[in-house]
């Protein structure tokens, strides 16, 4: 019999009832909420007659709708009711709720590993496609819906099929001013948007393991652009680290039992994966979007590629949509394109070392005087840490604006917009038609060549800033 993957003994680990065809029921270890699904859905259950099963593994935190303006000044009235709806909710119930300007606030992908509710081998939802980041921390997590999300309010368990396991081994070092949000769009670029359809996805591989935290969590958040519900990555000694003396991280005894457990997750030796993919990470260049789904990328010194040579119809037909609403021409390289708007933040990159590696680049340059450039860190902690260390100061002495945390243009939830027919290059996940606000273009990067671009007033190879 073959050994079993880090996902299958997490999966078994919480399986309450075999309910036949593929299908589980599974217990659920934490269940975060947020502003945008939260007061619905506990209103919902109120509503029904039901109560919360188990407040106690729910946390609650505003970051889809709030404003990230200085004193939070441009929250819109939708912003305020979802807000007071999120706080009556979770008094009303007994959840933890982490409220704006209080330590805990942020994004809730980025809150969850911050606080140490993120943990080995627990299983978490949220209602929102991106809760894969935390499987960074060697946790099984994932988006559920909002009929899903009441569901887990009332029983604490979810109906769930299992999925196959695909494992991408990243191999070899990273060059000068590759990150690990260009490992994961080269990845997204080579397989495609659907290439981790139906699976749970281990990354692992010796850039991997040679990766910080926070550069693992970037590469998982991006797990629901390959198409995969789920990503992964074994925890380890730096897992551990991370997470030793998180806020709600278990301590003492509890600690030295919790590790004994969390070192039995990796992978074993002979486990056997339905799919697997190796990615030699010396030959990749820093990357960014050219068109409206994050599989159309290419290499900084690319070229926007012509449809006419791509062999697939929907692929060809996908292209020509996206050049015409985007307003790129086939054929020009990608460096060089104007841009009006620059965003560094996101469930993706707006935790501290992305803010660090911003800053360092951002340091005595100053951004074009035709873009506007915004810095949104993903949690009021990042955002005091940051301060801490005087990078707000570098960020808007050169030029950037310097807001409060939250999800901010991502997704634009909270009325902050890029203008119709106006460029950004935004180090967030999706750049979809309209992710920024209607008729937005959207490039995705990392957060240096964010800043490559902000300085340049185009798309730019932030190797040539002498990274």
């Known amino acids: 019999m073959a050994g079993r993957a880090m996902f299958q003994k997490i999966w078994d680990d919480h399986v309450v009832a075999d309910l036949g065809d593929n299908f589980f029921l599974l217990h659920i270890d934490r269940h975060m909420m947020h502003d945008l699904g939260g007061p619905a859905a506990m209103r919902d259950v109120h509503q029904r007659g039901l109560r919360i099963r188990n407040p106690e593994l729910t946390f609650a935190t505003a970051d889809h709708a709030i404003s990230s303006a200085q004193g939070r000044a441009g929250t819109t009235e939708t912003g305020v009711r979802l807000l007071d709806g999120l706080r009556a909710g979770a008094r009303a119930a007994g959840v933890r709720m982490f409220d704006v300007g209080e330590p805990g606030q942020g994004i809730v992908h980025v809150i969850g590993p911050e606080l140490g509710l993120t943990l080995p081998g627990v299983l978490l939802v949220c209602g929102d496609s991106h809760t894969c980041t935390q499987g960074a921390m060697g946790a099984l997590a994932f988006g559920i819906g909002s009929t899903e999300l009441i569901h887990v309010l009332a029983t604490q368990t979810l109906v769930q099929p299992r999925p196959k396991t695909m494992r991408v081994c990243f191999e070899g070092a990273m060059g000068p001013g590759v990150t690990s949000k260009d490992l994961i769009l080269h990845l997204i670029g080579t397989i495609g948007a659907a290439g981790g359809n139906g699976y749970a996805v281990e990354y692992a591989g010796s850039a991997i393991r040679n990766m910080g935290i926070e550069g693992r969590l970037t590469i998982c958040n991006l797990s629901i652009e390959l198409g995969a519900k789920m990503g992964m990555v074994a925890p380890d000694d730096t897992t551990f680290a991370y997470l030793k003396e998180r806020r709600f991280a278990p301590s003492g005894e509890l600690w030295d039992r919790a590790l004994g457990y969390w070192r039995t997750l990796t992978s074993d030796v002979d486990a056997e994966f339905d799919r697997e993919v190796e990615i030699d990470v010396g030959r990749i260049a820093p990357h960014v979007t050219w068109g409206t789904s994050p599989e159309q990328v290419l290499p900084i010194d690319g070229v926007i590629p012509d449809p006419g040579a791509m062999a697939q119809t929907s692929k060809r037909t996908a ?113 979809f038609v309209g992710r920024q606000g209607p008729g937005a273009r959207t490039h995705l990067a990392s957060p240096a060549m964010a800043v490559a671009a902000a300085i340049a007033g185009h798309i730019a190879d932030v190797r040539s800033l002498g990274v």
């Open 319 to 431: 292209a020509i949509a996206a050049l015409a609403y985007m307003g790129l021409e086939p054929g020009k390289p990608i460096a060089g394109t104007p841009v009006d708007w620059v965003f560094i933040g996101s469930c993706t990159n707006s935790r501290i070392s992305d803010l660090r590696s911003a800053a360092e680049i951002a340091r005595g340059r100053r951004v074009a005087p035709t873009v506007r450039a915004w810095v949104v860190p993903g949690s009021e902690a990042i955002k005091r840490q940051a301060e801490a260390e005087g990078l707000h100061r570098v960020f808007t002495e050169a030029g950037f604006e310097w807001r409060e945390p939250g999800c901010s243009m991502c997704l634009a939830a909270n009325g902050e917009t890029i203008p119709a027919g106006q460029r950004s290059v935004s180090t967030s996940n999706r750049n």
